[in-house]
T-cell receptor, first 116, second 112 residues
């Protein structure tokens, strides 16, 4: 299994809603990532989990809350979002820096979020 | 901090022509460099990577890239474009940790 699976593929939510994005991988990877990609822009790093611990938070607003319940799962909890948060949210995984060598990321297909 | 600059937000080539997508990097340490491709409404797929060793790197779908330290470049080429190559291409650099930084992207259009 060489895939990263993201659900849902599409999500529409109001500014007062609470929702979650989910990401799963079964490649034995120990690092997992959330990226945000606005239209016609490159992906921007939000969070990195390494060995289930949050290792990088790129000054993301607290209305985005990541969670890594175990080495295969990564969630992104969403609360009180703004319309400008509408974007494609990409999850990725990699063997992790401690594995040595190039840290190659495998990406999921993304969850397209629309905030009304 | 690492960064990459992709020259040309849009590149248009005829089917069968050479594809050349340009990428220059900035890094304070020997970098790891990557090219990813993104088809519409999809995630990113790794085309090729440079870590150490051979400076000419071959990837999937007939693409290759050459690491030139003296020019701080990592340009992507393909001898003969195919219609299926139409997509957005991202150059990326890693600091050998867990942080991957992407360039702005180049949209490749292939004309029949």
């Amino acid at each position: 299994d060489t895939e990263v699976t993201q659900t849902p593929k599409h999500l529409v939510m109001g500014m007062t809603n609470k929702k979650s994005l989910k990401c799963e991988q079964h490649m034995g990877h120990r690092a997992m990532y959330w990226y945000k990609q606005k239209a016609k822009k490159p992906p921007e790093l939000m969070f990195v989990y390494s060995y289930e611990k949050l290792s990088i938070n790129e000054s993301v607003p607290s209305r985005f809350s990541p969670e890594c319940p175990n080495s295969s799962l990564l969630n992104l909890h969403l609360h009180a979002l703004q319309p400008e948060d509408s974007a494609l949210y990409l999850c990725a995984s990699s063997q992790g820096r401690l594995a040595g060598g190039a840290n190659v990321l495998t990406f999921g297909a993304g969850s397209r979020l629309t905030v009304l | 901090a690492q960064s990459v600059t992709q020259l040309g937000s849009h590149v248009s080539v005829s089917e069968g022509a050479l594809v050349l997508l340009r990428c220059n990097y900035s890094s304070s340490v020997p970098p790891y460099l990557f090219w990813y491709v993104q088809y519409p409404n999809q995630g990113l797929q790794l085309l090729l990577k440079y870590t150490t060793g051979a400076t000419l790197v071959k990837g999937i779908n007939g693409f290759e890239a050459e690491f030139k330290k003296s020019e701080t470049s990592f340009h992507l080429t393909k001898p003969s474009a195919h219609m299926s190559d139409a997509a957005e291409y991202f150059c990326a650099v890693s600091d050998r940790g867990n942080k991957l930084v992407f360039g702005a992207g180049t949209i490749l259009r292939v004309k029949s």
